[in-house]
């Protein structure tokens, strides 16, 4: 069975820095695009960061400068470095993957991992 296994969420002071980590296992003939999508309560889900198989990124606006997202496809992982964290960064993280099951793509999510920036 395909998971999507998030880690790296927690609590962290404004300024600070936390680093998500999110790897994909089952049988997985290959991995394209994989990302990071966040949700606050109230808010809609939102993309935060996009890596492409080739290693093209894309981010959205409010973490342009702040975050890196990465990927090593030798371990089927995908991670953010998320730096100079204000609070409204503060959400779900949610790792997404388009994957190749077979003969099939397929789109994944993980469970979700709070972030939470408070002093």
């Known amino acids: 069975q395909v998971q999507l296994v998030e880690s790296g969420g927690g609590l962290v002071q404004p300024g600070g820095s936390l680093r998500l980590s999110c790897a994909a296992s089952g049988s997985i003939f290959s991995i394209n695009a994989m990302g990071w999508y966040r949700q606050a309560p109230g808010k809609q889900r939102e993309l935060v960061a996009r890596i492409g198989s080739s290693g093209s990124t894309n981010y959205a606006d409010s973490v342009k400068g702040r975050f890196t997202i990465s990927r090593d496809n030798a371990k089927n992982t995908v991670s953010l470095q998320m730096n100079s964290l204000i609070p409204e960064d503060t959400a779900v993280y949610y790792c997404?993957?388009?994957?190749?099951?077979?003969?099939?793509?397929?789109?994944?999510w993980g469970q979700g991992t709070q972030v939470t920036v408070s002093s």
């Open positions: 997404n993957a388009d994957l190749i099951i077979g003969i099939s793509r397929n789109n994944y």
